[in-house]
């Protein structure tokens, strides 16, 4: 069975420091790996996704990475800013099913 | 134009009642979902569908029915709300199932039952 752990749970930083946010997962069979970003009362939108044949992708400030031979992804949010203060989710697609498995989320606040 | 719109955003009724969360996406996509947010902001799936078949139905009280009409429409209905069902509940689409599948959600509707 499928499991999504985030760390921390909870994050504040200053604004302009660079920051990681981390994923684990149990089953490293995954068809791929999403992070998602949830504000308070909001749907979640779609950061960055990453396939299983994938090791990393970019948006603009952010840079996830996905290693599956350890189970492990990464969020890498360059020069933060008090806009980047969300909830961060991951998200991860096992292989042959239809399932998508999130993690609880790390809360972000970044501050002016 | 919004791409994954449900309504209504919030709900409010009381224990025993029906009701009905409706959800439409305007992105062409095939399959369709739907989440629960719990107080604990736990993201669980609930079903899905692809093409206006069912093709997950997690361990889910048989209270809770969903329809699709078209694959455009994923419309859940619920019987005899009890006090546990309070929570968020997130209506999702995507565009094929493969590596590159992105999950588009919608905004949410906020059940609260009395």
């Known amino acids: 069975k499928q499991e999504v752990t985030q760390i921390p749970a909870a994050l504040s930083v200053p604004e302009g420091e660079n920051l990681v946010l981390n994923c684990s997962f149990t089953?490293?069979?995954?068809?791929?790996l999403q992070w998602f970003r949830q504000d308070p009362g909001k749907g979640l939108t779609s950061l960055l996704l990453?396939?299983?044949?994938?090791r990393e992708q970019t948006s603009g400030r952010l840079n996830a990475s996905l290693d599956k031979s350890s189970g492990r992804s990464t969020l890498y949010i360059a020069a933060s800013q008090p806009g980047d203060s969300a909830t961060y989710l991951c998200a991860v697609r096992r292989a042959g099913g239809f399932k998508t498995i999130f993690g609880a989320g790390t809360r972000l606040f970044v501050k002016a | 134009d919004t791409a994954v719109s449900q309504t209504p955003k919030y709900l409010v009724t009381q224990m025993g009642n029906d009701k009905s969360i409706k959800c439409e996406q305007n992105l062409g996509h095939d399959t369709m979902y739907w989440y629960k947010q719990d107080s604990k902001k736990f993201l669980k799936i609930m079903f899905s569908y692809n093409n206006k078949e069912l093709i997950i139905n997690e361990t889910v009280p048989n209270r809770f029915s969903p329809k699709s009409p078209d694959k455009a429409h994923l419309n859940l209905h619920i019987n005899s709300l009890e006090l546990g069902d309070s929570a968020v509940y997130f209506c999702?689409?995507?565009?094929?199932?493969?590596?590159?599948?992105?999950?588009?959600f919608g905004s949410g509707t906020q059940l609260s039952v009395l």
């Open positions: 089953d490293s069979a995954i068809y791929n």
């Open positions: 990453i396939q299983s044949s994938q």
């Open positions: 999702a689409s995507s565009p094929q199932q493969g590596d590159n599948e992105k999950l588009f």
